[in-house]
Nanobody, 123 residues
Framework: QVQLVASGGGSVQAGGSLRLSCVAS????????MGWFRQAPGKERERVAA????????YYADSVKGRFTISQDYAKSTVYLQMNSLKPEDTAMYSC????????????????WGQGTQVTVSS
């Protein structure tokens, strides 16, 4: 249905910024939702942000609200995650995912995943 390629990770100092990108190659229908997830070693995966591709309504986890911004370039089939004021606890593998469910809050609907891009924040 869709192939995803994520990029933009790297190593930064606390307080710095990074912008992640996820390019979607759509083979059938455009996904209803695009999301960013992260997982640190030994911890459960966490959904950090999501966006409805139709309309652009967004969701943010409380842990990143006010610091991260998800956006999309509809024409380029690309979703971005702008990460500002990064903290060491933001260190994780970040992955983008696509859902064809109408409810972008349903984590079980994210059935298509891109490769992870590592984000490391040092103090």
């Amino acid at each position: 249905q869709v192939q995803l390629v994520a990029s933009g990770g790297g190593s930064v100092q606390a307080g710095g910024s990074l912008r992640l990108s996820c390019v979607a190659s759509v083979f059938t229908y455009r996904p209803d939702c695009m999301g960013w997830f992260r997982q640190a070693p030994g911890k459960e995966r966490e959904r950090v942000a999501a966006i409805y591709t139709d309309g652009g309504s967004t969701y943010y986890a409380d842990s990143v609200k006010g610091r991260f911004t998800i956006s999309q370039d509809y024409a380029k089939s690309t979703v971005y995650l702008q990460m500002n004021s990064l903290k060491p606890e933001d260190t994780a593998m970040y992955s983008c995912a696509a859902s064809y469910y109408r409810d972008c809050g349903a984590e079980g609907g994210y059935n298509y995943w891109g490769q992870g891009t590592q984000v490391t924040v040092s103090s």
